[in-house]
C-alpha cells in the first residue's frame, strides 16, 4: 500500500481516519497492526479487505492497483 488516506464526512466536516499510510509486505512475512483505539488500524484492515474504498492511495498486489476492482462473490 503506497499514500493510502481515509476521510469520512461528520457533522458536515471531514475527518481524517487514516493519512499518508505507506508499508511493503513481502513474501513470508507476517505483519502485526498496532495502536491505540482510534488510530486507524480497523480502517486501514477494511480498506484492504475491500470494504473501504482509500480516498487516495494505492492497494497493490503483486504490483497490480486492487483498489476499484469489483469484488467477486
Known amino acids: 500500500m503506497r499514500d493510502l488516506a481515509k476521510t469520512f464526512s461528520e457533522g458536515g466536516r471531514e475527518v481524517a481516519a487514516v493519512r ?9 512475512e507476517f505483519v ?3 495502536g491505540p483505539s482510534g488510530c486507524g488500524k480497523s480502517t486501514i484492515l477494511n480498506m484492504l479487505g475491500g470494504l473501504v474504498t482509500p480516498s487516495a492511495g494505492t492497494i497493490e498486489l503483486d504490483g497490480r492497483p486492487v483498489t476499484g476492482v469489483p469484488p467477486k462473490v
Not at 20 to 28: G, K, L, P, R
Request: glycine share 0%.
Open 32 to 34: 502485526a497492526i498496532v
Open 20 to 28: 499518508d499510510v505507506s508499508f511493503e509486505v513481502h513474501d513470508a
